[in-house]
């Protein structure tokens, strides 16, 4: 349902942020794209949601299809009423408004059913049920993380943006947010998850890539990934843990882009 395809992003004059790009991603799969930080995973993000232009970014170069149709040029409001849904980097929730506020104010392109939608939240996160009434400042940050990830699906979305949900969260929390992917994707929606964490995405997706300076360099299916002997020692070997890569033990072949 959403292809990427060929495209080039610049902010101003600088070196373009993303090259050539090419991506899919469908419902009821999860598609990661790892890669270290300024590789241009948030630029992809922005580029999907239409915000790219409140930062200086603009798409130079190759389409983004969304059932085939080119949205590119549409602005996020648009591209919300098409069914996206972005949940940006560092868990952007309204710190002083409560949990409910902070639902609602996803919610506000779908006014309609506002109220299944909360109970649809609530059902799915039991902790911010709870907490409803609590503001958000109170929250710890792996439950702020659930916050702006429940905020997100209030439109009801097809695709979901997650830009690295896993960020700066313990382990255990960590492993509680990739279940929660996995289950908002058997739910039927299309995820397109960014993250450093190459075991958490690794570990819940569908089909991944591997993002190094604006070009993919490395796609295929989440177990073909986490098998590579590169994706292991760049991003597994460090950080994950000794039961991570036991998960990561499977060896496959992996189709190697030439950029
Ligand atoms: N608003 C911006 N203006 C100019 N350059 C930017 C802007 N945002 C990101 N970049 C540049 O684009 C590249 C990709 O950044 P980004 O997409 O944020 O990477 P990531 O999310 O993978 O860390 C980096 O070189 C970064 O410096
Ligand atoms: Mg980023």
Redesign the pocket.
Known sequence: MLEVRGVS?R??Q??P??TALHLRAGPGRVTAVV????????????AVSGVLSF???RVEDGAILLDGEPVHRLGPTALVRRGIAHVP?GRRVFADLTVEENLRAGAAVARKALRTRLDESYAMFDVLARRRRQRAVLLSGGEQQMLAIARGLMSGPRLLLL??PSLGLAPLVVERIAALIARIRDGGTAVLV?E?NAAMAFSVADEGYV?E??KVVLSGTAAELRADEGVREMYLGGSGTADELRRFADRAPLARWSA
Do not use: F, I
């Open positions: 992003v902010y101003g600088g070196a942020a993303l890669g270290g930080n300024g590789a241009g995973k948030s630029t992809l993000m922005k930062d200086g970014g980097e830009d690295e960014v450093q993002l300076q604006g």
